[in-house]
């Protein structure tokens, strides 16, 4: 039986595009199903498998309630919702293998919240030609494994270079839909654990002690997405338990900063009852990209991280608050749970002569959290630096201590 993919596209300005997609799709073998989203006109050169009046329903609304809700934006959000619901039937019931979306901001934006929906391991193609530029790529990629294709030029027209890009995207679907490999049960014991570019070595020495230990550690980047990402994944029971190592995304939010890991992150695994040693990486600094300092933090210290990300040092009353908040989030946790604090320095340039040594600060981290944290959750201090390969072999010896007292 054909795989299928599902076409997602405003049909009343990209009907011609999307047929040509979907012809060549055709060509290589491949079933469609082609989903109308566009709201005020009717398709143009293209009859879709799912017209707009039908899939406009799936959320409670309808195609007429969209065209009167008073403004573009509450219309795209009504006809995103519905979308979603859509396309969670059509993989719920069988009916899709990959999915595409093409559209311009609108369009791309209700397209991608659709492919969201999906698990990790279906493929999911967006085209559009706002992926390039000064744009928030979240409302593009969100948590999910998203291939995004840069159109460049507008999707209007098929023109030489269109076509091209389009045959291509066609062509890495089908080599997807084939040979691509879907999201599976882990059959050993993975563990997640959370790193910067400021904790690598450690990790990796953290890695390579619980690997010798019969662990498999699955990384995440913890740049505001890997985190809420590696939670998600721990809820489809990715994971034994998680190594919690780099908590800065529960920093960045309080200040602004692009490293925000949302109001649930650090408290989804404890929710699980999973078995996590939490440390406090990287929270001595939010992040921001090269410029956009907001006036009220640009007499702080300052870490030029690479040439587009500047590090801005948390202040002593920050920390302070940082450690009420890790208390607020660990505390209700239903598994074991073990902190583990460096006392050298949280963060590359938290050293003695670095721009971001400040003991008395992290100090007051400590002192908040040893006075709120719920008193059956051990504290551990350790007189070294957060990014030594010797913390990062003690962290993982410390989780394999807490998954063995688990099972005794």
Request: with cysteine.
């Amino acid at each position: 039986m054909a795989k299928t993919v599902v076409i997602i596209g405003t049909l009343d300005t990209k009907g011609p595009e999307i047929a040509y997609l979907r012809d060549r799709l055709h060509e290589l073998g491949l079933s469609t199903i082609v989903i109308d989203s566009g709201i005020l006109g009717e398709p143009l050169e293209i009859v879709p498998d799912v017209p707009h009046e039908q899939s406009a329903t799936y959320a409670g609304s309808n195609l007429e309630t969209m065209r009167t809700a008073g403004s573009r934006g509450k219309a795209v959000d009504l006809m995103r919702e519905s979308l979603k619901n859509l396309v969670s039937e059509l993989y719920r019931t069988g009916r899709l293998d990959a999915i595409v979306s093409m559209g311009g901001a609108e369009g791309a934006v209700m397209g991608a919240a659709a492919m969201m929906v999906l698990p990790v391991g279906v493929p999911k193609v967006l085209v559009s030609p706002i992926a390039s530029g000064y744009h928030y790529f979240a409302p593009l990629v969100g948590t999910r494994d998203m291939m995004i294709v840069h159109s460049v030029v507008d999707i209007l027209g098929l023109n030489p270079i269109a076509c091209s890009i389009f045959d291509n995207v066609a062509a890495a679907l089908y080599g997807m839909a084939l040979h691509g490999r879907g999201l599976v049960a882990p059959k050993g014991r993975n563990i997640a654990i959370t790193m910067l570019g400021n904790t690598t070595t450690a990790v990796m020495a953290a890695k390579e002690r619980l690997e010798r230990a019969g662990f498999e550690a699955v990384i995440f980047h913890s740049n505001g997405v890997g985190g809420p990402a590696m939670e998600e994944l721990a809820m489809q029971n990715q994971f034994v338990g998680v190594i919690d190592f780099t908590t800065n995304e529960v920093y960045d939010p309080l200040v602004g900063g692009i490293h925000d890991g949302g109001p649930d992150r650090l408290e989804v695994i404890g929710r699980l009852g999973l078995p996590q040693v939490v440390v406090p990486g990287c929270i001595d600094f939010s992040v921001w990209n090269a410029g956009t300092v907001p006036e009220e933090l640009r007499s702080r210290p300052k870490y030029d991280h690479n040439p587009e990300y500047v590090l801005v040092r948390a202040s002593s009353d920050e920390m302070a608050e940082l450690g009420r908040i890790f208390a607020r989030k660990l505390n209700p946790a239903q598994g074991p749970v073990k902190m583990v604090i460096p006392l050298r320095g949280l963060s590359i340039p938290n050293v003695p002569e670095g721009v971001f040594w400040d003991p008395e600060a992290d100090g007051r981290f400590i002192g908040e959290l040893k006075q709120h944290l719920r008193t059956d959750i051990p504290i551990e201090l350790y007189d070294c630096h957060v990014n030594d390969p010797s913390f990062g072999i003690a962290v993982a010896d410390l989780f394999i201590q807490l998954t063995e007292s688990q099972q005794t």
